[in-house]
């Protein structure tokens, strides 16, 4: 357990779903984000929230709309994704920018 | 922009033996901290040891220890004693000033009984 917990764990979804990742984190961290691993590339980060507000949108298209309510939780809502979008998404919390504690991820597929 | 370079896609140890695993970065910040992650078969990614750029001391974790070389950009990290539990994929990761972590591609570690 790392203090980061991650909903659902397993997700499969088709082409016109809309879906939302949810992570929580119970650490008292002021920083949250998103990663994507697909299989044989590194880690990209995706979105960063610093005291609820987006830091950091690495260029990720607009079908990953993040949502961030409060410090402790933070949202990935889905829509329209491709099939190329299937892979494992992490949530990390940090208090600023020091070590990023992740949560178990969410295997995404779609279909 | 910072740059973490894993130079061994894949290493292998003898179990109770001893394994380095290389890291290089690159960075034009003097105050950042370096992280080795360590990702077994269920993807949960934990945290092995940190490492505070101000500090000369290297970092060390009971079986873990790191040798960073700040001039030289260097930061590896040394498993002692090797157990079966260590085979992993392992992340040398770099945190600066701006939130991001960057994360090298990673070395996939097996170890042999």
């Known amino acids: 357990e790392t203090g980061v917990t991650q909903t659902p764990r397993h997700l499969v979804m088709g082409m016109t779903n809309k879906k939302s990742l949810k992570c929580e984190q119970h650490?008292?961290?002021?920083?949250m984000y998103w990663y994507k691993q697909s299989a044989k590339k590194p880690l990209e980060l995706m979105f960063v929230y610093s005291l609820e507000e987006r830091v950091e949108n690495n260029s990720v298209p607009s079908r990953f709309s993040p949502e961030c309510p409060n410090s402790s939780h933070l949202f990935l809502h889905l829509h329209t994704l491709q099939p190329e979008d299937s892979a494992l998404y992490l949530c990390?919390?940090?208090?600023?920018?020091?070590?990023?504690?992740f949560g178990q991820g969410t295997r995404l597929t779609v279909v | 922009a910072q740059t973490v370079t894993q130079s061994q896609p894949e290493m292998s140890v003898q179990e109770a033996e001893t394994v380095t695993l290389s890291c290089t970065y690159d960075?034009?910040?003097?105050?950042?901290?370096l992280f080795w992650y360590k990702q077994p078969p269920s993807r949960q990614m934990i945290l092995v040891i940190r490492q505070e750029a101000y500090k000369q001391q290297n970092a060390t974790e009971n079986r873990f220890s790191v040798n960073f070389q700040k001039a030289a950009k260097s930061f590896s990290l040394k498993i002692s004693d090797s157990q079966l539990g260590d085979a992993a994929m392992y992340f040398c990761?770099?945190?600066?000033?701006?939130?991001?972590?960057?994360f090298g591609k990673g070395t996939l570690l097996t170890v042999n009984p």
């Open positions: 990761a770099f945190g600066g000033s701006n939130y991001k972590l960057t």
């Open positions: 960075t034009s910040e003097s105050d950042y901290y």
């Open positions: 990390a919390s940090s208090q600023g920018p020091r070590e990023a504690f």
């Open positions: 650490l008292g961290h002021n920083a």
